[in-house]
């Protein structure tokens, strides 16, 4: 089994995908959790210049998508035949565009325009991306509960993750998407996940 190194910041952010599938999978890893005051030091060493980093072995791959990508396809998570795996895809890609308007809300100048601005672009971005996802979901007639085919896929692992904070916030926030809720409960309650759950820092993004 390769040697696996995760280097994110002490958060959630853009790397706790990668830690789900680490933890679906069974699969072993070294968590590493930077500090803010250690990234301007790390950041000329690595490939991009961004955060976060796998390494396999000691082989640096950049990129989160990139990394969560092979990490499904590695662990089996990407689906069963080709048009699974684009359905993934697209599911996927639907929930980073929310996950990145979540960003961007975050990061935005603090006046109340520029306040008011990100967060009408993320509430478009949330009714968009749950109402394709929903239906995407709704037309998986395989079986009850996944997003795509008979079994869980990195699909249902993000559908987990993008919601965390937004169901934190406001646990019915999802009542309008009821097969995302049901995916998102039958995530959380499977025991490789739920463990990790249980075991995971607190932090507040």
């Not at 002490?10 to 590493?32: H, M, Q």
């Not at 072995?57 to 662990?75: E, K, M």
């Not at 008979?150 to 937004?166: G, W, Y």
């Not at 009542?175 to 995302?180: C, L």
């Amino acid at each position: 089994m390769p040697k696996y190194v995760f280097t994110y910041f002490d958060g959630r952010g853009r790397g706790e995908p990668a830690r789900i599938l680490f933890a679906a999978a069974g699969v072993p890893f070294e968590d590493r959790r930077l500090q803010q005051e250690e990234w301007p030091a790390l950041k000329p060493k690595t490939p991009g210049g961004s955060l976060p980093i796998l390494e396999v072995d000691g082989q640096p791959v950049s990129q989160s998508l990139v990394i969560f990508r092979h990490l499904a396809r590695t662990f089996g998570l990407d689906g069963e035949n080709l048009l699974d795996k684009a359905k993934v895809e697209e599911i996927v890609e639907y929930l980073i565009e929310f996950k990145n308007a979540g960003f961007k809300m975050m990061f935005a100048p603090k006046d109340e325009e520029s306040q008011k601005k990100a967060k009408e672009e993320l509430g478009s971005t949330f009714d968009k991306s749950c109402t394709r996802v929903e239906n995407i979901m709704s037309a998986n007639k395989s079986t009850d509960g996944w997003a795509v085919g008979k079994k869980m896929t990195f699909a249902d692992i993000l559908l987990f993750e993008a919601f965390e904070t937004a169901v934190a916030r406001d646990a019915a926030v999802l009542d309008k998407f009821p097969k995302i809720k049901a995916c998102r409960a039958k995530v959380q309650a499977l025991p490789k996940i739920k463990n990790y759950l249980s075991k995971r820092k607190e932090t507040p993004f």
